[in-house]
Each structure stands twice: as structure tokens, then as C-alpha cells.
């Protein structure tokens, strides 16, 4: 029947006729649709059934413009709710997030810190922790020979359930223990003040963002779609002496992030001569 279907070119709105010849230009019209705020972030798309009617295409056709939606990252497809909205609201991440929480005692660590000023319920919550053994390139960036023991978290930072990053870290092993973070227990506060309580107080940090398609394990991950960017950042992290506390890696959707450097010291520091 659905190949039978005499597909209507044009599609009229409220405020204007709008052309929608195939899967792509349905998609298009959604996401329009979606952007002025006629379906709303968490809000469902009408059903399949409704969208034929309405825009008089097969349902082939429909299910592909949805499949577009959900691979651009607009819709996701919950099993019994329907295609839902997703919500693109982006969290601003300030380098100046850290301040916060250097000191120890404080409840929220740097996400939930950074959530909390712009009004959102952001948690963290542990997903696993192994003790492994450093291969080369981990122990390279830790300063340490190759298997040294280590322990290695994974965390999610999310936004009531949505995860939005995926942090891996990785720690020498006496570090972690000191600092009692070598158990699966969330570290009330965050990571830099547990640091902080055992005297391994963090000065300095590399930081490097990258950027690029997600691989198909990122894409299960965060529950996005396969044409939806994603950051990555690495982040390793020393005491005043040099030794490396933490390596740490995340990643999270480009449309959801927005990572701030302000008020960066541009100034040449006293104790450096010049070139």
C-alpha cells in the first residue's frame, strides 16, 4: 500500500507552502519546524501514521526523514515514547570552573559546579573502575614505566538522565589510593579536592581539544547521532614538582558544549627572560 501512495509535492503551514519533494526536504521541513519551536525539546514528533497523512508520503519516506533527524542529532528514538526531541541546550564549561572546587569540602565538583550557575540538575556518576597495568603510551604520558599499576575511571557527567560527556581517567595507583578515589564510591566534590584533602594539591594542567566524527562506540556512548560532532579534550594535570596526578580524556557532543577560556594572563611572567 505504502508503495501505492501518491506522494503530494508541496506541504502548506500555517504561514506559508513550503516544497517537500522527498525524505531530505521532509527532514528539512521537521527540523524547521523543530528550530521555530513548534515541537519543542522533549516534547514527540507526531507519530509516522500522522506525518503521512499530513504531508501525504509514504511511510518509507517519513521513516527515512526521521532517520536523518536522529543521525543530525535533532530527534532520538525512545522505545515506547516515540521520536523525541532532543534537547540542544548548550553547557557553557568556563576554565575558570576549577576555582571553584580547589578547595576540599565542597559537595560539587567542576560539572556540577559549572551546571549548578546556569540552573541545571548536573551530576556525576561512576561507571567503572579497574586496576590495570600502564602500557606504553599511557605510562609515557603519566611519566611512568610501562606497567606500572594504575587505576582507571569512567565516569558520566549528565543532565538529569541525558550523558553529555564521557570522562576516562587514569591515575598511578598510590595517587589514587592516598586520595581515596580507588574505590567505585563517587568522590563527593570532585576529583581536585580529594587531591587537595590528601596534600597532592594539582598546580598545573595541559589541556589539548580536538574535534571529529564520533566512532560508532561514542555514538552508543552518548546516544547521538552519526553525523553529530564530538570534543575531545585530554587533560593532564601535576603537582608542583612535575608528577603527573591524572590523565584524563573526555568526550562530548560538539552542539552541546561550549567550552570557555576568559580572562586568559597574556602578560610575560617575571621570572621568564625573553627570547
Not at 508503495?3 to 531530505?24: F, M, Q, S
Not at 603519566?142 to 569512567?154: F, H, I, N, S, T
Not at 589510593?177 to 581536585?192: C, D, H, L, M, Y
Request: with cysteine; charged share 30%; glycine share 10%.
Amino acid at each position: 500500500m505504502d508503495a501505492r501512495r501518491t506522494e503530494r509535492p508541496r506541504h502548506r503551514c500555517a504561514r506559508e507552502e513550503v516544497d517537500v519533494r522527498g525524505y531530505r526536504d521532509l527532514a528539512d521541513d521537521l527540523r524547521r519546524r523543530i528550530e521555530e519551536g513548534e515541537f519543542r525539546a522533549g516534547t514527540t514528533l507526531p507519530p509516522i501514521i500522522a506525518l503521512m497523512d499530513e504531508y501525504g508520503m509514504a511511510r518509507q519516506t517519513v521513516r527515512s526523514a526521521l532517520a536523518e533527524l536522529a543521525n543530525q542529532g535533532f530527534v532520538v528514538v525512545r522505545k515506547k515514547l516515540g521520536t523525541l526531541v532532543r534537547d540542544r541546550s548548550v553547557v557553557r564549561i568556563p576554565l575558570s570552573r576549577y576555582g571553584s572546587v580547589m578547595r576540599p569540602g565542597r559537595d560539587r565538583g567542576p560539572w556540577e559546579a559549572a551546571c549548578a550557575a546556569q540552573g541545571l540538575n548536573g551530576r556525576m556518576a561512576v561507571a567503572d573502575v579497574e586496576r590495570l597495568r600502564a602500557d606504553d603510551g599511557l605510562a609515557a604520558l603519566l611519566g611512568l614505566l610501562p606497567g606500572a599499576d594504575l587505576v582507571y575511571r569512567r565516569r558520566n557527567a549528565l543532565i538529569g538522565e541525558e550523558i553529555i560527556q564521557v570522562q576516562h581517567a587514569w591515575y598511578p595507583k598510590a595517587i589514587a589510593e592516598q586520595a581515596g578515589i580507588s574505590g567505585r564510591n563517587k568522590v563527593v566534590g570532585g576529583v581536585f579536592g580529594a587531591l587537595i584533602a590528601a596534600g597532592l594539591p594539582p598546580v598545573s594542567a595541559d589541556e589539548r581539544v580536538t574535534s571529529g566524527m564520533p566512532t560508532a562506540h561514542e555514538v552508543s556512548q552518548l546516544q547521538i547521532g552519526t553525523a553529530v560532532p564530538v570534543l575531545r579534550v585530554q587533560r593532564i594535570t601535576r603537582t608542583t614538582g612535575g608528577e603527573v596526578l591524572e590523565l584524563l580524556r573526555v568526550v562530548a557532543p560538539a552542539d552541546k558544549i561550549e567550552l570557555i577560556y576568559d580572562a586568559l594572563p597574556l602578560g610575560r611572567r617575571p621570572d621568564l627572560k625573553p627570547e
